[in-house]
């Protein structure tokens, strides 16, 4: 049973940076393109971002340009960079990846505010 572990969520101000970190318990980086989801209170959880095995990237069209998706394969770790964030950014963002099933991690909570 793969899990993943997510870690470094917190407070942000606006216009500030986080990095978000996940860790898989199995070598998964080189298998299965990793997944970012967030999700606000009240909403459902939206995709953010993801990096193929290949190491390509894509993201939803309001991260654009401020959040950065990486992997660290000697680390076994995938990262998310936010910049600039906005209070709209606040949620919860999880880990993902699509074997036989969709796994997930248990989340991240990030806020933004002043």
């Known amino acids: 049973q793969v899990q993943l572990v997510e870690s470094g969520g917190g407070l942000v101000q606006p216009g500030g940076s986080l990095t978000l970190s996940c860790v898989p318990s199995g070598s998964v980086l080189s298998l299965y393109a990793m997944r970012w989801y967030r999700q606000a209170p009240g909403k459902q959880r939206e995709f953010v971002g993801e990096?193929?095995?290949?190491?390509?990237?894509k993201y939803k069209e309001a991260v654009k340009g401020r959040f950065t998706i990486s992997r660290d394969s000697a680390k076994n770790t995938v990262f998310l960079r936010m910049d600039r964030v906005i209070p709209a950014d606040t949620g919860v963002y999880y880990c993902n990846f699509r074997g036989f099933r969709d796994y997930w991690g248990q989340g991240t909570q990030v806020t933004v505010s002043s």
């Open positions: 990096i193929t095995t290949g190491g390509e990237t």
